[in-house]
């Protein structure tokens, strides 16, 4: 079984900063993209930064020059570095992995549980 663990919310003064994270485990043959998304009570859920599995990043008009994604390739972690937080980043926060299973399998998507991040004074 497929398994993404996300860790490293919390509690946050605004313009303060946090790192999330999200390992992957179990029988996984390649990843192909990862992503995090946020969503905030009332509000859809949306995606704020995403790595492609050529380095290629993307983000949300509203994080973009202010939360980084990056990864661990050996370690099948990605991570979000949030700088400058506001309390409109409020959310919980899911990553999301494209993955195979087997070499010639389909690609398909897993989600983590989800880490509530708190930017308040």
């Known amino acids: 079984q497929v398994q993404l663990v996300e860790s490293g919310g919390g509690l946050v003064q605004p313009g303060g900063s946090l790192r999330l994270s999200c390992a992957a485990s179990?029988?996984?043959?390649?990843?192909?993209?990862m992503r995090w998304y946020r969503q905030a009570p009332g509000k859809q859920r949306e995606m704020v930064a995403v790595l492609r599995n050529d380095g290629v990043t993307n983000y949300e008009a509203s994080v973009k020059g202010r939360f980084t994604i990056s990864r661990d390739n050996a370690a099948n972690t990605v991570y979000l570095q949030m700088n400058s937080l506001k309390p409109e980043d409020t959310a919980i926060y899911y990553c999301n992995v494209d993955l195979r299973l087997t070499y010639r399998g389909a690609i398909s998507y897993y989600w983590g549980q989800g880490t509530q991040v708190t930017v308040s004074s």
């Open positions: 179990g029988s996984i043959f390649s990843i192909d993209a």
